[in-house]
C-alpha cells in the first residue's frame, strides 16, 4: 500500500523485547525446519562450530604424533581403538587420514558454510532491509543438505578402513583407486558423497544471498549504499555459483573412475607388478578441475571475513571506512582474479614454463587489490577513536594475519622459488596464516559483533579479551616457525621425519609448533563457555550496542519472522557516517533522511534533498503504515 | 523505548532499487551454475583431446533426429506461451503436451543413440576415454531434461488447476526458459562434439 500522502511518522509498535506478531507452528517448524533466515543462521553457526572443534582436535592429534615423535599415545586409545598401533603410535595412515579430514573440514564445513552459511543467512536480510531471503524453504534446504553432508562425513569416521587420506585436495590415482590405501576405500566414497552434497548445499545458498542482494533491498538501498559486508556476501556467493560446479564435474569423472571403471585420470598405473586396465588418463586434468575450484574457493573462505572486518572496523574507530568504493573495486578485481591463477599450485606438474610465467604473473597481480585492502584498513584505523571491542581485536587480527601471510604468498606466487618451496611447511604456514587463521579471526569478530543481535544478549567482553590475546599469540606461535621448516625442506604430510639424516634437526621447534597448537586449541574452550553461557546468562543487549549505523540495528532486541515489526524502515544514506563533521552524535543511522542533518550535510547532500523533494508532488514521503 | 512522533516531517523520498521476480532471477543464476557445470566438463575434453592418445569419436546418427526433437520442443513451448497469453487454455494444454511428448521422444532418441554407440564398439569403459566423455556428456545432459520434464509436469497439472493463464505467467515463462535453455545446451554439446570428433 503506497500512499503518497503526508505521514506521521508514529511508531505504533512498542519496540520491546519482543515483537508482537503471533508465532505460528510447533518446535519442529520454529526451531527444525524453519525457513526464517535468522533460524537457519544458528544453525549454520552451531555446526560450523561443533565441525570447528572437531577439526581443531584432528590437528592437535596429529601435532602431538608431529612434535613428540617418541611420546605414547596410548591414553588415545579408548577414542581411537586400532587406530593407535601395539607401540602406541598412531597408524601411519590414520595420520594422513587425519591430515586429510582436518583439511576438508576446516576449508568446506568451518571456513565456507560456517562463516557464509551463517553471516549472509544472518546479515543480508537484516543489512539490506528484506523480510526474509528470496526463498525460504531453498534457503532451509541448503542448510539441511549441509547437514546430510555433515552426517555422512562424519560417518566416514566410524567405518573400518578410516575416513579419506588422500589429502584434502583427492589427487587421483591415489584417490581413484581403492586398492591404493585404506583410506580410498569407503572413506573416499563417502567423502564424495558428502561433497557433492555439501556443493548442492552451497550453490542453494550462493543463489538465494545473490538473489536477495540484487531484488530485495529495501527503499533507498541502492549498491553504493550497502555496507561492504553484503558486497563481501554477493562477491563470495558469484565465486561460489561459477566455481562450485566445476568441482562437481571432476568429482563426478572421479566417481566414474572408482566405481564404473573409466580412466579420465587413470594411466599406466602398476600395482604390485600388474599393470591396470586403465589408460589414456590423466591425473593433471583433475588437478585442472579441482582448482579451478580450489583456488576460487580461498577466495570464498576469505572475502566474507574481509567484508565483516571492514564493518567492525569502521565502526569502531568511529570514522567512515576509507576508500569505501576502492574497497569495493579490490574485492571485485580479486574475485576476478580468483579464476585465472589456479595454475600457480601446480608449477611442478612439468607444465610450460612460459605458461608458469603467465600465471605467475597473474597470482602477484593479487598483491595490488590486497594491498588496497591492507592501506584501508590502516588508514580507517589511523587517528580513529577506536574501542577495543573484543570484535574490533579479531578483526585487527585479521589485517595483521591478512599481511604476514600474504606477503609468503608473493614468494609463493613465483614459479621459480615454488619449485623449491612446493609442497614443504613454507605452504602450510602460509595458507594457514593469510585463509585459515585471518578467515577464522573475521569469523570470530563477527560472532562477538553480532551476537547482541542473534541472540539478544552481550558476551562477556574481558573473557573476549582473554580468548584474543592467547589465540593471536598462539597462532603465530603455531605458524611462524613452520616458515623456517619450511625453508630448510620439511615436506607437508609426512608422518615422521626422525628417519631422515636430514630432517633430524627442528625436532625442538616441532616440539614448541605442538605445545602451541594444544594451547591455541584451550584458548577455544574460553570462548565455547563465553559463547553458551552468554546466550542464557549474558548481560541484555540494547538496541544497538555498538551505536552503529546499519539497518540491523534497527529491529527490536529480538527481531521475530520479518524482522521489522512496522514498516521496513527506508535508507537515505552510505551505511559509515561515523564522527561526521557538525553532526548531535558521532554516528547517523541509514534511516536518517538528510533534511533531519542539515547540520551536516555536505552541499551534494543538500543537493540532494531538493532533488528529492522536486520530484513528487510537493512534500513527498515515505508510506503509509500498513496497519 | 521511546515512542518517536514526528509529525509532518518532508523527506527525501527514498527510491525503490533495481529489481525483477526474485524466482526467475534464481533460475538465471541456476542456468549459470549449469554453465559452468557443463563448461567444465567440455574443457576436459579439449584439454584430454589435446593429449596423445586419443581416439576420434563417430558421432551416432541418431544424435541428429534428436536435435531435430528438441528444436521442435521448443517451438512447441514458444506455442504454449502464446496460447497462455491469449489465455487460450485448451491450446495451452495440446501445446504443453507436445512439448513433453517430444522431451520423452528424445530421451527414447538419446537411448537409442547409446544402442548406436555400442555397435560401433565406442563403450563406456575398455575403450578409449574420447568414449567414455561420448557416453557421460548425453548422459549428464539427459539427467537435466528429467528435471525439466519434472518442471513441464507441474505446470501441466497447474493449466488444469487454472493457475496458469494470462494474469499468471511466470511458472510458465520459467519453464520455458529452462527448456530453451536445455535444448541450446544440447545443440551446443552436439554441435561442440561435431567440431571436436
Redesign the interface.
Known amino acids: 500500500m503506497a500512499t503518497t500522502h ?1 505521514h ?4 505504533t509498535h ?3 523485547d519482543h515483537d508482537h506478531e503471533h508465532h505460528e507452528g510447533n518446535f519442529w517448524t520454529n526451531y527444525i525446519f524453519c525457513q526464517d533466515h535468522k533460524v537457519i543462521a544458528k544453525q549454520f553457526l552451531i555446526t560450523g562450530i561443533f565441525w570447528a572443534l572437531f577439526g581443531g582436535i584432528l590437528s592437535v592429534i596429529f601435532r602431538l604424533q608431529l612434535g613428540f615423535p617418541e611420546m605414547s599415545l596410548e591414553w588415545l586409545r579408548p577414542l581411537l581403538g586400532g587406530w593407535i598401533t601395539p607401540e602406541g603410535k598412531i597408524d601411519a595412515e590414520f595420520y594422513l587420514a587425519l591430515v586429510t579430514m582436518h583439511g576438508t573440514i576446516m576449508v568446506f564445513f568451518v571456513l565456507t558454510a560456517g562463516l557464509s552459511g551463517t553471516f549472509s543467512n544472518f546479515l543480508i536480510p537484516l543489512q539490506i532491509g528484506a523480510r526474509d531471503m ?2 525460504g524453504f ?1 534457503n532451509m534446504l541448503s542448510y539441511w543438505f549441509f547437514f546430510l553432508s555433515s552426517v555422512v562425513m562424519l560417518s566416514s569416521f566410524f567405518i573400518e578402513t578410516g575416513p579419506a587420506s588422500g589429502g584434502w585436495t583427492v589427487y587421483p590415482p591415489l584417490s581413484a583407486l581403492p586398492q591404493a590405501m585404506h583410506g580410498s576405500g569407503l572413506g573416499m566414497t563417502l567423502w564424495l558423497v558428502a561433497m557433492a552434497l555439501f556443493i548442492v548445499s552451497s ?1 542453494l545458498g ?3 544471498y ?3 542482494i ?10 553504493t549504499r550497502m555496507p561492504l559486508t553484503i558486497w563481501a556476501f554477493f562477491f563470495t556467493a558469484i565465486i561460489g ?6 568441482l ?3 568429482a ?2 572421479l566417481i ?1 573412475d572408482r566405481s ?5 585420470f587413470l594411466s599406466d598405473i602398476y600395482i604390485g607388478g600388474e599393470a591396470l ?1 586403465n ?4 591425473p593433471i ?1 583433475f588437478q ?2 579441482f582448482w ?1 575450484l580450489g583456488h576460487p574457493e580461498v577466495y570464498i573462505v576469505l572475502l566474507p571475513a574481509l567484508g565483516i572486518s571492514s564493518e567492525i572496523i569502521a565502526t569502531n574507530s568511529r570514522k567512515p571506512i576509507f576508500g569505501y568504493k576502492a574497497m569495493i573495486g579490490s574485492m571485485l578485481f580479486i574475485a576476478i582474479l580468483s579464476f585465472i591463477v589456479w595454475a600457480h599450485h601446480m608449477f611442478v606438474t612439468g607444465m610450460n614454463p612460459f605458461l608458469g610465467s603467465i600465471f605467475m604473473l597473474l597470482t602477484l597481480i593479487i598483491a595490488v587489490p590486497s594491498a588496497v585492502k591492507i592501506f584501508n584498513y590502516v588508514t580507517t584505523l589511523w587517528k580513529g577513536n577506536i574501542r577495543f571491542t573484543s570484535a574490533m581485536l579479531f578483526s585487527i587480527g585479521l589485517v595483521s594475519f591478512f599481511l604476514t601471510g600474504g606477503i609468503t604468498g608473493i614468494f609463493l606466487g613465483n614459479s621459480a622459488i615454488d619449485i623449491q618451496l612446493h609442497d614443504t611447511y613454507f605452504v602450510v604456514a602460509h595458507f594457514h596464516l593469510v585463509m585459515g587463521s585471518a578467515s577464522f579471526f573475521g569469523m570470530m569478530a563477527g560472532v562477538y559483533h553480532w551476537f547482541p543481535k542473534f541472540f539478544g544478549r552481550m558476551m562477556n567482553e574481558k573473557l573476549g579479551y582473554v580468548h584474543f590475546w592467547l589465540t593471536f599469540v598462539g597462532v603465530y606461535m603455531v605458524f611462524f616457525p613452520m616458515h623456517y621448516i619450511g625453508i630448510a625442506g620439511f615436506p607437508r604430510r609426512y608422518y615422521s621425519w626422525t628417519n631422515f639424516e636430514t630432517f633430524e634437526g627442528f625436532t625442538d621447534l616441532n616440539t614448541l609448533v605442538s605445545v602451541a597448537a594444544i594451547l591455541t586449541l584451550s584458548a577455544q574452550f574460553i570462548f565455547l563457555f563465553n559463547f553458551f553461557y552468554s546466550i542464557y546468562r549474558g548481560r541484555k543487549a540494547s ?1 544497538n550496542p555498538w551505536k552503529s549505523t546499519t539497518l540491523e540495528w534497527t529491529t527490536p532486541r529480538n527481531p521475530g519472522h520479518g524482522n521489522w515489526p512496522g514498516e521496513i524502515p ?3 544514506r552510505w551505511p559509515y557516517d561515523y564522527s561526521k563533521p557538525g553532526a548531535k552524535d558521532d554516528f547517523i543511522p541509514q534511516t536518517i ?4 542533518t542539515q547540520e551536516s550535510n555536505l552541499p551534494h547532500e543538500n543537493e ?2 531538493k ?3 522536486s ?2 508532488d510537493g ?4 508510506e503509509g503504515s500498513k496497519h | 523505548m521511546s515512542v518517536d512522533i514526528k509529525e509532518f516531517k518532508i523527506i527525501e523520498e527514498a527510491k525503490k532499487p533495481l529489481s525483477m521476480n526474485p524466482k526467475k532471477f534464481a533460475l538465471w543464476l541456476f542456468m549459470m551454475s549449469v554453465v559452468m557445470l557443463f563448461g567444465a566438463w567440455t574443457s576436459a575434453y579439449l584439454v584430454k583431446r589435446a593429449d596423445t592418445g586419443w581416439a576420434e569419436i563417430i558421432l551416432p546418427a541418431q544424435f541428429w533426429t534428436n536435435s531435430v526433437l528438441v528444436v521442435l520442443s521448443s517451438v512447441t513451448m514458444i506455442w504454449a506461451y502464446l496460447a497462455a497469453k491469449r489465455d487460450n487454455i485448451q491450446q495451452l494444454k495440446i501445446a504443453l503436451a507436445a512439448t513433453m511428448f517430444l522431451g520423452i521422444s528424445f530421451l527414447v532418441g538419446q537411448y537409442m543413440a547409446y544402442g548406436e554407440m555400442v555397435a560401433l564398439k565406442q563403450h563406456l569403459t575398455g575403450s578409449n576415454v574420447s568414449h567414455s566423455f561420448l557416453w557421460i556428456l548425453p548422459a549428464v545432459h539427459g539427467l537435466h531434461i528429467v528435471s525439466g520434464l519434472v518442471f513441464l509436469a507441474i505446470v501441466f497439472i497447474n493449466t488444469f488447476m487454472f493457475k496458469v493463464h494470462s494474469k499468471s505467467l511466470i511458472q510458465l515463462e520459467m519453464c520455458a526458459t529452462y527448456w530453451h535453455f536445455l535444448g541450446g545446451l544440447w545443440l551446443y554439446l552436439f554441435i561442440f562434439l561435431l567440431l571436436n570428433p
Request: net charge negative; no cysteine.
Open positions: 503526508t506521521t511518522n508514529i511508531d512498542h519496540h520491546d528470496a526463498s531453498m550453490l550462493g543463489i538465494n545473490i538473489t536477495t540484487i531484488n530485495m533491498r529495501t527503499r533507498g538501498m541502492s549498491f555459483v561459477l566455481s562450485f560446479p566445476v562437481f564435474a571432476a563426478l569423472l566414474f564404473f571403471g573409466t580412466s579420465f586396465a589408460v589414456g588418463g590423466s586434468l585442472h578441475l579451478f538496541a527506508a535508507v537515505y533522511p538528510f533534511s533531519e540532494l534533498i532533488l528529492e523533494t520530484n513528487g512534500a513527498i514521503v515515505v
